[in-house]
């Protein structure tokens, strides 16, 4: 049995679990409580206010996010900011091209310390623009930008307790999270976010 059948097998045995593949690594995540849930749907009602589906983006949650960590690899963030036709660049194990994805988000439960290091390298990796971690442990929220601006930045995870620079004002446009159009193309590994800006903040 390969790691991709173990996965799927995970899945059925575990019903109310996030398996996930992550640098090679089955996880499993149990079931979060009221407050994740309470976090996400605040998200929502703020893409929503804020006019994402006019400016030609979904939001979702729980969407299967392929990546190019390894060759099973793939993770399901918390909720994400994807292109419309997201759908036209599906992969397999119902899982979609990195290039589709302009936001991830992350809401730090059980396994928090992925969400704070291994997901920020397998995101910068896969070239998502913007990943977001509220970081319910530490009280913080803790945003990543610009990862393919890091050509000489070496592959570490991000920790909300070291500090970071401010996110870089003049990235590409092609990394804006409100650029709408995306492909099926596997995206590039990159090197890991070289924005990293922390913000103190009580999850309730």
């Excluded at 079931?31 to 605040?42: C, K, Y």
């Excluded at 992925?114 to 896969?126: I, P, S």
């Excluded at 070496?154 to 990394?175: G, L, Q, V």
Aim: charged residues 20%; negative net charge; contains cysteine.
């Amino acid at each position: 049995m390969n790691i991709s059948q173990a996965a799927d097998r995970l899945s059925r045995e575990l019903p109310c679990h996030r398996v996930e593949i992550l640098q090679g690594r089955l996880t499993a995540t149990p079931h979060a409580d009221g407050t994740h849930a309470l976090i996400l749907t605040r998200l929502i009602t703020t893409f929503h206010a804020a006019g994402a589906r006019q400016a030609g983006l979904k939001y979702l949650q729980a969407i299967g996010l392929w990546l190019p960590t390894g060759p099973d690899d793939f993770a399901i963030p918390d909720f994400s900011l994807v292109a419309a036709d997201f759908q036209n660049s599906h992969v397999e194990n119902n899982c979609y091209a990195p290039t589709s994805f302009r936001m991830v988000v992350e809401v730090t439960w059980s396994h928090w310390s992925d969400d704070l290091g291994t997901k920020a390298e397998c995101y910068a990796q896969a070239g998502i623009p913007v990943y977001l971690v509220a970081d319910r442990r530490h009280d913080e929220a803790v945003l990543h930008t610009d990862p393919t601006e890091a050509h000489t930045a070496p592959a570490r995870p991000s920790s909300a307790a070291r500090p970071s620079p401010s996110p870089n004002p003049s990235a590409s446009p092609s990394n804006s999270p409100l650029t709408a159009s995306s492909t099926g193309t596997k995206a590039e590994p990159a090197e890991p976010f070289p924005g990293h800006v922390t913000f103190r903040h009580t999850f309730e």
